[in-house]
């Protein structure tokens, strides 16, 4: 007998940062559980189709799964009818969204799924493009992560001159904070991260002995998960998504062991 698969995913509110509501997109597995849960911090384009098509993936795969709209804020100063085009415009024209009310927004999501019955209190987070650092950030500076995922997230090293009021700190300087174990995929033609900067990121993990795991593509650039883009990479993509669940396995259903075989585990 096949076995029984169902979801459900809908729009939902809960209590971001300072405790300002925004809109989060919640895709979960039917049934009792208790399910692991993950926090999807979507790319600069904004809260498109294409993350909330990540969260019903991950939500198939058994995974209680929340997509805050990080730029809910920015639609009431362009307008309600605005496009994510628009809000994305007009949060790079504000030199991007500001990291304490964007780790608001995290730390308050992963509260709102703690709250869920059907969840088993392992929560991980993912992020794509600026997402990526925003997850490198948050595995840095927030309690209570099982497990990170980081998606070429661009601008976790950064130079003085990148530094600004709203992105105080390049994150990789915050890197003795991280307690979670941390998985990165890169693509070896990407400028931001480029190469040398994954590197330098990767070098840092392993001389403060962090538990993480780092892959580097051949012939991907930046976003090769987009299957709608001219970026996307099926090879890569295919073989991301397998190792983004089998971490999210190892670390969200599994009991958590100290990471044994994966501190400084290298790029392949």
């Not at 698969?5 to 989060?24: K, Y």
């Not at 999501?109 to 950030?137: H, K």
Request: hydrophobic share 35%; with cysteine; charged share 20%.
């Amino acid at each position: 007998m096949a076995q029984y698969e169902s979801m459900i995913a809908e729009t939902v509110r809960f209590n971001g940062h300072e405790g300002t509501q925004i809109d989060g997109y919640l895709a979960r597995p039917m049934g009792p559980g208790p399910h692991g849960a993950v926090v999807l911090i979507h790319h600069m384009p904004g809260w498109d189709q294409a993350s909330k098509e990540m969260a019903r993936k991950l939500a198939v795969n058994g995974y209680v799964t929340i997509s805050p709209d990080f730029h809910y804020l920015q639609r009431q100063v362009v307008g309600t009818d605005a496009s994510d085009a628009d809000v994305s415009a007009y949060v790079r024209e504000e030199g991007g969204m500001p990291d304490a009310r964007c780790m608001g927004d995290v730390s308050g999501a992963m509260d709102y799924l703690r709250s869920l019955p059907y969840v088993n209190g392992r929560i991980g987070v993912i992020g794509f493009c600026s997402g990526g650092r925003q997850t490198y950030l948050a595995a840095c500076t927030l309690d209570g992560i099982s497990a990170a995922v980081d998606c070429w997230g661009g601008g976790v090293v950064r130079s003085e001159q990148e530094i600004s009021e709203r992105q105080p700190v390049a994150p990789i300087d915050l890197t003795s904070g991280i307690d979670c174990p941390l998985l990165g995929l890169f693509g070896d033609e990407d400028t931001r991260p480029s190469p040398e900067a994954v590197a330098e990121t990767e070098a840092e993990l392993k001389r403060l002995g962090k538990t993480y795991e780092f892959h580097m593509y051949p012939n991907a650039g930046h976003g090769f998960f987009a299957v709608d883009r001219p970026s996307y990479r099926q090879p890569a993509a295919v073989d991301g998504w397998e190792k983004v669940l089998a971490w999210f396995d190892r670390y969200l259903n599994a009991p958590v062991s100290a990471g044994a075989g994966l501190v400084g585990a290298g790029t392949d």
